[in-house]
């Protein structure tokens, strides 16, 4: 029983990442790309499309009372995609783009990102309603303090005319609506998707946790692993499309926001709705 209980666990999580990494992810570009977006939004989108799996996984793991769990996945996620993050930075050999400021500022928010939850889990602080303002609250000031920090220390856009017009030619200026309004239901039914496998998912992690007594601390942290491959893959995908054009730091500003928007959903935001949620249920 436990092996079983085990394999559905895999199933459920892995068909999670597949639907996000094949299907989420690539229709969020699609759309980027209809809507002419800079590599920054882009990389914002790509990081709220990635936290789709850890917004599952919090929010059905709360349900089940799984509190602990949550946490722990946070944790290991937003570390995880750090480490990917600078792996992928190093293997595209894009290591000088870092010594722009906006761009440590902005990988400065991200590892307060990781300190924080790790500082929750140390002084053992519980589900509480008055934690959702303060991460409001602290999602929007760093948000300001990003944004800001690229207006002040500014990186130049793709100016390279032969790009631009190979962007004028991608346009679909005649079926920009109607592209549009597809690729909407197509990202609405994807979520429905991945809403149904993630309370698949949540009745095992109860079973798991409950009938078989696995800690929930374990449970957060191979949660975090899986969850993390989408920004992985995107982390990789952003460098490489920019490269083609020979603007590799275009690609570390998609990827660095794509970063910075995963790990700020996932302790402020998604957090905040596993909290919420705990209250509920429990």
């Known amino acids: 029983m436990l092996i079983f209980e085990i394999a559905k666990f895999i199933i459920y999580s892995l068909l999670i990442v597949f639907i996000s990494k094949q299907i989420l992810v690539r229709l969020l570009r699609k759309m980027a790309e209809i809507l002419d977006l800079k590599p920054k939004t882009v990389g914002n989108i790509a990081g709220a499309a990635t936290s789709i799996p850890e917004l599952l996984t919090v929010f059905f793991s709360s349900v089940q009372g799984l509190f602990d769990t949550s946490i722990y996945n946070i944790i290991s996620s937003n570390i995880i995609n750090l480490v990917q993050y600078a792996w992928s930075v190093i293997a595209n050999k894009n290591t000088n783009a870092l010594k722009n400021r906006a761009l440590k500022i902005e990988l400065g928010i991200v590892i307060a990102t990781i300190i924080i939850p790790i500082a929750m889990v140390i002084t053992r602080m519980e589900a509480n309603i008055t934690i959702i303002p303060i991460f409001i609250l602290a999602f929007i000031a760093l948000y300001y303090i990003k944004n800001n920090a690229y207006k002040v220390y500014q990186i130049k856009e793709i100016a390279d005319t032969e790009i631009k017009k190979i962007e004028e030619e991608k346009k679909w200026v005649r079926h920009k609506k109607k592209k549009t309004l597809i690729t909407t239901l197509e990202l609405l039914g994807t979520?429905?998707?991945?809403?149904?496998?993630?309370?698949?998912?949540?009745?095992?992690?109860?079973?798991?946790?409950?009938?078989?007594?696995?800690?929930?601390?374990?449970?957060?942290?191979?949660?975090?692993?899986?969850?993390?491959?989408?920004?992985?893959?995107?982390?990789?995908?952003?460098?490489?499309?920019?490269?083609?054009?020979?603007?590799?730091?275009?690609g570390v500003v998609e990827a660095t926001?794509?970063?910075?928007?995963?790990?700020?959903?996932?302790?402020?935001?998604?957090?905040s709705v596993g909290i919420i949620t705990y209250m509920i249920f429990w």
Not at 208 to 217: K, Q, R, V
């Open 191 to 250: 979520g429905i998707i991945l809403f149904f496998v993630g309370n698949l998912l949540g009745n095992t992690l109860e079973n798991l946790s409950l009938a078989f007594g696995i800690p929930e601390a374990l449970i957060g942290i191979i949660l975090g692993f899986i969850t993390s491959v989408p920004e992985l893959i995107t982390f990789i995908e952003s460098q490489k499309h920019y490269s083609k054009n020979a603007n590799d730091v275009q």
């Open 257 to 271: 926001s794509n970063l910075f928007a995963s790990n700020m959903l996932n302790l402020f935001i998604i957090e």
